[in-house]
């Protein structure tokens, strides 16, 4: 039987689990499986079916190569390489058991993604203690979803994080904002964290220019600005009301900075 690897903290001051970890927030890994070989294809596969659970053999073949589906034994090899390679859990079943109704993982085995989210809902749920949760959900981060692959099948589960990363952004940016004793430079953090994984988050670009506004800082007022407007030009992006009325705001320093914009 195979053991999984040993628990340590990972920069989110959270225990890596024991069982195999599909790691989507950034480069594809899988625990256990290579870059080397078909080591790409076979972490594609095992987070095709982690995201996609309960599939067919057909789904799977065609969901892998839209354009030239793989044959069945294509795929059953790979799929032997998944359990070869994940081994099994402390119960005896594989990590990929066999299909009943469709390829689906042990439940032991989980994502970064999955973390992210049961950190991002406890913290959200939470205003007054969650700030630490959401604080460990952006730590998980290591870039884009799935950041240097194209995977078709991935296309809506990538919206997803997405939105769900920038909803957890915007909401630590305005918790470090708001308060008797706000921290803007955690704040900024948050705000710039989230850019880093959707540059087009209008939103985050309001909680950017509401921080260095609040923080009396002109020059970086300005430098959210002069992203924003670059970035919709880039993207050919018509700024919502909101952001353009933040703008004139700032711009002409009218009023207090609080809750301008937030929506």
Request: charged share 25%; hydrophobic share 40%.
């Amino acid at each position: 039987m195979a053991d999984g690897p040993a628990p340590e903290p990972d920069e989110a001051g959270v225990e890596q689990p024991l069982a195999p970890e599909i790691s989507v927030l950034g480069p594809l890994t899988v625990s256990g499986i290579t870059h080397s070989g078909h080591g790409p294809k076979v972490a594609a596969l095992a987070a095709l079916i982690h995201v996609r659970p309960g599939r067919t053999a057909e789904f799977l073949c065609t969901a892998m190569d839209p354009v030239n589906p793989w044959s069945t034994r294509t795929l059953q090899t790979r799929l032997s390489e998944i359990r070869s390679r994940l081994g099994a859990a402390p119960d005896g079943q594989p990590y990929l058991p066999r299909p009943k109704h469709g390829y689906s993982f042990h439940p032991d085995v989980t994502s970064d993604w999955r973390r992210f989210q049961d950190l991002a809902t406890r913290g959200l749920a939470d205003p007054q203690g969650g700030t630490e949760d959401l604080e460990n959900a952006l730590a998980l981060l290591r870039g884009k979803p799935f950041e240097g692959r194209d995977f078709s099948w991935a296309d809506a589960v990538q919206q997803e994080m997405i939105s769900r990363i920038i909803d957890t952004a915007h909401t630590l940016a305005v918790r470090h904002t708001e308060g008797d004793q706000p921290d803007l430079d955690a704040a900024r953090r948050a705000a710039l964290r989230g850019l880093e994984i959707d540059e087009t988050a209008e939103v985050l670009y309001r909680d950017w220019m509401n921080i260095e506004w609040g923080a009396g800082n002109t020059a970086g007022v300005r430098k959210a600005i002069a992203r924003l407007q670059q970035v919709a030009r880039t993207y050919d992006i018509s700024l919502e009301p909101v952001t353009e009325q933040l703008i004139d705001l700032v711009l002409a320093d009218r009023t207090a900075p609080s809750r301008a914009g937030r929506a």
